[in-house]
């Protein structure tokens, strides 16, 4: 059964570009419910933790550099079938294949700089959101 929260963050490029209220409003628009929500700076020390996952891949470097060079905004969403909702939402990683409307088509730049990041399954949406948030950070 799919879990009903799941975890974004809006990345340095939209948020230097002054789209997190629009994004944010999207999110809502689309039924989800803001449990919890911070804006925020990660260092590079803290990107290379978020982002292990892909320490061995060749982009890691320049994904911790772009990640903590401005402020983010960090958010757990909650809504039935939340991760799978919410990928549809923002849309394909690289802008140019994701499809009219979405977060991603409106808002990104290029496949580096496009606009959110979406947890991928129940499990890294759990893992994600308590990276950034403790228990008494959320509503119930």
Same mark, same amino acid.
């Given at each position: 059964?799919? =879990?009903?929260?799941?975890?974004?963050?809006?990345?340095?490029?939209?948020?230097?570009? =002054?789209?997190?209220?629009?994004?944010?409003?999207?999110?809502?628009?689309?039924?989800?419910?803001?449990?919890?929500?911070?804006?925020? /700076?990660?260092?590079?020390?803290?990107?290379?933790?978020?982002?292990?996952?892909?320490?061995?891949?060749?982009?890691?470097?320049?994904?911790?550099?772009?990640?903590?060079?401005?402020?983010?905004?960090?958010?757990?969403?909650?809504?039935?079938?939340? *991760?799978?909702?919410?990928?549809?939402?923002?849309?394909?990683?690289?802008?140019?294949?994701?499809?009219?409307?979405?977060?991603?088509?409106?808002?990104?730049?290029?496949?580096?700089?496009?606009?959110?990041?979406?947890?991928?399954?129940?499990?890294?949406?759990?893992?994600?959101?308590?990276?950034?948030?403790? /228990?008494?950070?959320? *509503?119930?």
């Amino acid at each position: 059964m799919a =879990g009903n929260r799941t975890f974004t963050m809006i990345k340095p490029d939209a948020f230097a570009a =002054g789209n997190s209220g629009a994004i944010l409003k999207m999110i809502e628009e689309a039924g989800f419910k803001i449990v919890a929500l911070k804006a925020t /700076q990660l260092t590079p020390e803290l990107a290379g933790k978020f982002y292990a996952v892909h320490k061995e891949r060749p982009f890691y470097a320049d994904l911790c550099k772009y990640m903590s060079s401005g402020p983010i905004i960090a958010a757990i969403l909650e809504k039935e079938n939340a *991760v799978e909702d919410f990928r549809t939402l923002i849309g394909a990683t690289n802008p140019a294949n994701a499809a009219e409307g979405t977060i991603r088509k409106i808002f990104a730049t290029s496949i580096e700089a496009n606009a959110v990041h979406g947890s991928d399954s129940d499990e890294n949406a759990e893992i994600e959101g308590n990276f950034f948030f403790n /228990q008494f950070d959320r *509503v119930r």
